[in-house]
């Protein structure tokens, strides 16, 4: 990795933090679900994770995902690429998305269900005050394996990959996502009626991170219907009380990165399934 490629980097995440932090600090401030400082508990460990997660998947994700492509493309009919490849931009994209949030559902279903994978998944749920930066707050290994999971079927349907014409649609999706992600963890107290059993809000995810009800629901980052489609949707009518996990995490970064590759930490899955409340939908 080149200096140059790190120092550009770092300009272009710390330009879009400065966007982000525009619009979202106003709006958390002024529409908050639960009011807390801006500087709140553990911000600065969150702003490395931000930088750290904007290169470090980049990075890890682009050798084993040129090799996906290339062994898909030996193993599946070139017709499936042909179509993919004739497809106009939008529904490229829409298909791209669709098929990319599948992966993504299932990836990050799997970092729950699976205790070697919650290890690094924890971290994120670590965080007990929830605003949009939480969305970068996540062990890299974990984030370069749901964003592995959502390639994965893109690569498989042709929908990514210079040899289909959608070379760019794979960042397409993945800017649409990021910039969702930041939105749905914001501490904003919007609600979108009937839209929102076909799009994630704020509500839906918060309730992803709760607490005192069971976390095993509401997988999709943006497409709720998915939950719906495999009996993990739930949304009742009040918004979570509290936020985080009851197993200890470090505070520091360093410490939250090596947690879990630490034998002695027995990080169980966790469903915080005590709270009757999240059975109830509205």
Same mark, same amino acid.
């Given at each position: 990795?080149?200096?140059?490629?790190?120092?550009?980097? @770092?300009?272009?995440?710390?330009?879009?933090?400065? /966007? @982000?932090?525009? /619009? !979202?600090?106003?709006?958390?401030?002024?529409?908050?679900?639960?009011?807390?400082?801006?500087?709140?508990? =553990?911000?600065?460990?969150? /702003?490395? &994770?931000?930088?750290?997660?904007? @290169?470090?998947?980049?990075?890890?994700?682009?050798?084993?995902?040129?090799?996906?492509?290339?062994? $898909?493309?030996?193993?599946?009919?070139?017709?499936? &690429?042909?179509?993919?490849?004739?497809?106009?931009?939008?529904?490229?994209?829409?298909?791209? +998305?669709?098929?990319?949030?599948?992966?993504?559902?299932?990836?990050?279903?799997?970092?729950?269900?699976?205790?070697?994978?919650?290890?690094?998944?924890?971290?994120?749920?670590?965080?007990?005050?929830?605003? !949009?930066?939480?969305?970068?707050?996540?062990?890299? $290994?974990?984030?370069? #394996?749901?964003? #592995?999971?959502?390639?994965?079927?893109?690569?498989?349907?042709?929908?990514?990959?210079?040899?289909?014409?959608?070379?760019? $649609?794979?960042? #397409?999706?993945?800017? /649409?996502?990021?910039?969702? =992600? #930041?939105?749905?963890?914001?501490?904003?107290?919007?609600?979108?009626?009937?839209? %929102?059993?076909?799009?994630?809000?704020?509500?839906?995810?918060?309730?992803?991170?709760?607490?005192? =009800?069971?976390?095993?629901?509401?997988?999709?980052? +943006? @497409?709720?219907?998915?939950?719906?489609?495999?009996?993990?949707?739930?949304?009742?009518?009040?918004?979570?009380?509290? &936020?985080?996990?009851?197993?200890?995490?470090?505070?520091?970064?360093?410490?939250?990165?090596?947690?879990?590759?630490?034998? %002695?930490?027995?990080?169980?899955? %966790?469903?915080?399934? %005590?709270?009757?409340?999240?059975?109830?939908?509205?």
């Amino acid at each position: 990795m080149s200096s140059k490629f790190l120092i550009l980097s @770092l300009i272009r995440s710390s330009a879009w933090l400065a /966007i @982000l932090v525009v /619009i !979202f600090v106003p709006l958390e401030r002024f529409f908050a679900v639960q009011p807390h400082k801006t500087l709140r508990k =553990g911000l600065g460990v969150d /702003i490395c &994770y931000y930088f750290l997660n904007g @290169l470090a998947p980049a990075l890890i994700l682009a050798f084993p995902a040129a090799i996906l492509v290339r062994v $898909v493309r030996h193993i599946e009919p070139p017709s499936i &690429y042909a179509y993919a490849a004739s497809l106009p931009f939008w529904a490229h994209a829409a298909a791209a +998305m669709v098929v990319g949030e599948i992966g993504y559902y299932w990836g990050h279903r799997w970092s729950h269900e699976l205790p070697f994978l919650w290890r690094f998944h924890s971290v994120h749920h670590s965080a007990e005050e929830i605003d !949009f930066l939480v969305s970068t707050r996540a062990h890299p $290994v974990d984030m370069v #394996f749901t964003r #592995f999971c959502g390639i994965v079927p893109m690569c498989a349907l042709g929908l990514a990959g210079p040899t289909t014409g959608g070379s760019g $649609v794979p960042v #397409f999706v993945l800017l /649409i996502g990021t910039m969702w =992600g #930041f939105f749905v963890h914001g501490n904003v107290r919007w609600r979108f009626g009937p839209i %929102e059993w076909l799009i994630s809000t704020p509500m839906f995810h918060h309730w992803h991170h709760t607490k005192t =009800g069971p976390i095993d629901h509401n997988y999709a980052s +943006m @497409l709720p219907w998915l939950d719906r489609l495999f009996g993990t949707h739930i949304l009742p009518k009040e918004w979570p009380k509290s &936020y985080g996990i009851s197993t200890p995490m470090p505070t520091s970064l360093l410490g939250e990165l090596a947690y879990p590759f630490i034998p %002695e930490n027995n990080i169980p899955v %966790e469903l915080n399934s %005590e709270d009757t409340q999240a059975e109830s939908p509205s």
